[in-house]
């Protein structure tokens, strides 16, 4: 990486020096949409689907008709190009496929002119290829659900007409290209010149960034454990907006799993703006819940007023929004009120024309996710930044996971209309007879069920339909009926790409209650993802670069076999800048957290919590495996030490409660807080100096074993053959490392760690924590485990 006080030499990849080019969705979307914004329960089809249509409406032409014919044309320096979906020049015929549900009258007015508008395009395009004077375009609309294509819409137009309607698109969108262009040239001249925020970098840090700043140079991927205190979000972003120059990045995706992380990148993103890079464009993206102004109403222009004529403001609000400040959540929400529009759909507007965009995982690593989409739509050169990526299998695997669940399956045709009778009452009895064909309470399937996914192929096909035509009734969509309607299309889509070497099957039954029926039984079946490197690898090819970066990736082997890290990936491990001195790390051997003796483990857990209080009095954290286990020792300490002040976590906290356990950590203070080991205290806070000194681990952070895990244990198994590491052993000892992770958070910070389980003593164990740490041996009482002091000193020798 440059140094961070000198500016790398010319580029010579500039966007200045760039011509302008757009692909023709992507200016008739800009130009050519009008009107509403109208996003009514139409469950549009898959890319699959949209394929598939494509392929039927081709089939049926005759000898003389092309699909997927490129083309382009320009105007006034701009550069547009597309596919037209079908094209017969002896006929003077271009076509334009849309694969639909539902009725095709009811489709908004907007949405038609928009479809219109990109067959015209290609219309003047082939005029122009072909010099002729008048050409037909069309409309040919495909019913994915029941194949069918309905009468094609044809206008005859002379290509004086679709001339003009071109250049006016054009013209529309090169008063803005001409203005992102500036912005480009601008903010790169900014990033060229960008000095490190605060003139030194921190031990560590600098080794981080310069490598992150080679992977972006390179083109591979990186994936970097760096601990914490050495300042890895400035470490990362820095380097890669010093990349963006050199490597004609277009974008940057700041993703993180947890809202206190997406907090963290804005901050040093708009730190970064403040002291250099002025003309940086940052946007924050938040769940739709949590952006929408009316949550009572649904969105579309007979509901809610912020629909009603949104794309007619959007294009004042767009411009208002490039030319302010960091689009937080908050100022999305604010240039949103101005215009009277959707902050939501706002926000998914100003991610297009971002450099930096921040928000979840999901927006890039979903199922659906609309940053890769776009990536690939607008051919964007981007470069990903996956904060805490050690949380990155976890939430792929529940991406790619479904699950359908008998009860919420009752619900949903309880609330169903008269029409829906039929195709829930089939689905109804294919459900019963697959829980009755499997007598045990859990079981593996080879495959997902057939006969149920055919039925819930119809049903969904139905309800989307019903739904589509607007027959709803006066009091809206039944919520379980969509709740459910939208689980059971993720399941089938998974279905669609189901294979056993990266996901499962299971069925779990159980005597149905009261009120269901005698003899009936309740059956969940769930599609579960065991490894998601299939999905993910797509998604790393899609980059410049990704890089990951956590305090806890290790080992290597395990995440590059999970998430599908490319073969290329580089791996840095960052040395701590702590010193052992500033951490005693206790083991405690002579109590076992096991669930068979945890009963015997909660006084001697209490004496260590108590001996270590009354040597150093402040502000602890102490975690455990389960809330009951958590209640069974809160309990104790508060009753046979009253005077060590205690607050516990509860089940299903809000933001409200977290943030008020939190704030019980005052600096000075002193008091326990006690906690789930993996739950909303164990990783992402923020507690320096003495707000927090020391933490109790009451739990080696292993997955509870049942039969998921040990299905899941055996599949990881046969595929890795290291199938207890992979389930259980690696994902807790990460837990176990990141909790204690939140003792020392400054350079200054001093603490202790009490690691409470005879398990902690194993070889294999020690090697999975950080090798800074140095361990002590204490015993909760008299050494009785068959561990003596002085075998205990060999043991932590010969770590």
């Known amino acids: 990486m440059p140094e961070a006080t000198e500016a790398p030499a010319a580029l010579s990849h500039s966007a200045a020096e760039r011509p302008w080019v757009a692909a023709v969705r992507t200016l008739c979307e800009f130009a050519a949409r009008r009107g509403d914004l109208d996003a009514r329960f139409t469950p549009s089809p898959t890319a699959e689907q949209g394929m598939a249509g494509h392929r039927s409406v081709a089939q049926s032409r005759g000898p003389g008709y092309q699909a997927e014919v490129s083309l382009q044309g320009m105007h006034r320096g701009l550069t547009v190009r597309g596919r037209a979906d079908g094209v017969d020049v002896s006929r003077q015929w271009v076509e334009e496929v849309k694969t639909y549900r539902g009725a095709l009258d009811r489709m908004p007015a907007n949405q ?98 310069e490598a992150v700043f080679r992977a972006a140079r390179r083109g591979h991927c990186l994936a970097a454990q760096a601990p914490t205190g050495i300042g890895k979000t400035l470490g990362t972003v820095f380097p890669l907006l010093k990349a963006m120059p050199e490597q004609a990045l277009d974008k940057i995706f700041f993703l993180s799993a947890k809202g206190p992380g997406r907090q963290v990148g804005m901050q040093a993103l708009q730190t970064l703006r403040a002291s250099g890079a002025c003309r940086l464009r940052i946007v924050e993206l938040v769940a739709r819940d949590k952006a929408c102004v009316h949550p009572d109403k649904e969105c579309h222009p007979d509901s809610c007023p912020l629909a009603r004529g949104f794309y007619d403001r959007l294009p004042a609000a767009r411009s208002d929004a490039v030319d302010g400040p960091p689009l937080s959540q ?374 509870q074993v049942n039969p998921v895990n040990e299905a899941l244990r055996e599949r990881l198994q046969q595929r890795f053959g290291a199938g207890f590491e992979y389930a259980y052993l690696y994902p807790g000892l990460r837990k176990v490392v990141q909790a204690a992770g939140r003792v020392l958070r400054t350079p200054s910070d001093r603490g202790s760690v009490h690691l409470i389980d005879e398990r902690f003593r194993r070889i294999d164990v020690r090697r999975l924590l950080p090798a800074w740490w140095r361990l002590q041996m204490q015993f909760a009482s008299t050494p009785n485990a068959g561990c003596e002091p002085a075998e205990a000193a060999t043991i932590i020798a010969g770590r």
């Not at 928009?114 to 072909?130: E, I, T």
């Not at 290509?159 to 480009?184: I, N, T, V």
Request: aromatic share 10%.
């Open 330 to 703: 908050q100022a999305l929400q604010e240039v949103a009120e101005r215009h009277a529009i959707c902050p939501y759909y706002l926000g998914q507007e100003m991610a297009r024309w971002a450099d930096v965009a921040v928000g979840d995982y999901n927006h890039f690593f979903d199922v659906s996710a609309s940053w890769h989409a776009s990536t690939l739509i607008h051919g964007w050169r981007v470069a990903v930044l996956v904060d805490e990526a050690h949380n990155l299998l976890d939430r792929a695997r529940s991406c790619y996971s479904a699950e359908l669940d008998w009860q919420a399956f009752a619900a949903a045709r309880d609330s169903a209309p008269p029409t829906l009778k039929k195709p829930l009452d089939r689905v109804a009895r294919a459900w019963q007879a697959l829980a009755r064909s499997h007598a045990e309470p859990y079981q593996l399937v080879d495959a997902p069920p057939t006969r149920l996914g055919q039925v819930l192929t119809e049903a969904t096909q139905a309800i989307g339909e019903w739904m589509a035509e607007g027959e709803q009734g006066p009091h809206g969509l039944p919520t379980a009926l969509v709740e459910f309607h939208w689980s059971a299309l993720h399941y089938l889509r998974l279905c669609e790409s189901f294979d056993a070497s990266h996901s499962m099957v299971d069925v779990s039954t159980r005597p149905a209650g009261r009120g269901h029926g005698r003899g009936r039984v309740e059956a969940r079946v769930s599609l579960r993802n065991v490894t998601p490197a299939e999905f993910l690898a797509p998604r790393f090819a899609a980059t410049r670069t990704t890089v990951l970066f956590s305090a806890t990736l290790a080992p290597e082997q395990f995440y590059a076999d999970t998430l599908g890290l490319p073969v290329d990936t580089a791996w840095v491990d960052i040395q701590s800048s702590f010193s052992s001195d500033q951490l005693a790390v206790h083991v405690v051997p002579d109590v076992s957290t096991r669930f068979a003796r945890r009963a015997d483990s909660v006084a001697p857990i209490c004496r260590v919590i108590a001996d270590q209080w009354a040597t150093a009095p402040g502000n602890y954290l102490a975690f455990f495996s389960s809330f009951d286990y958590l209640e069974q020792v809160a309990s104790a300490i508060e009753a046979r030490h009253p005077d060590i002040p205690c607050w516990r976590q509860r089940r299903h906290m809000d933001e409200t409660a977290r943030q008020a356990f939190l704030d019980r950590f005052v600096p000075q203070g002193q008091g326990i807080g006690f906690a789930v080991l993996g739950g909303a205290f164990a990783e992402g806070i923020d507690l320096p100096g003495s707000r927090l000194i020391g933490a109790f681990i009451a739990t080696l952070g292993l997955p």
């Open 112 to 209: 038609r002119e928009l479809h219109w508008a990109q067959a015209k395009v290609y219309g003047w395009l082939l005029c122009q290829l072909h010099q002729a004077t008048e050409w037909n375009v069309a409309l040919v609309y495909f019913h994915a659900d029941r194949q069918e294509q309905a009468p094609p819409l044809v206008q005859r137009l002379t290509a004086a007409e679709l001339q003009a309607f071109f250049e006016g698109l054009c013209d529309q969108y090169l008063s803005w290209a001409q203005q992102e262009s500036a912005h480009r040239s601008t903010r790169d001249i900014c990033l060229t010149a960008l000095k490190f925020v605060h003139g030194e970098f921190r031990p560590g840090q600098r080794t981080l960034a």
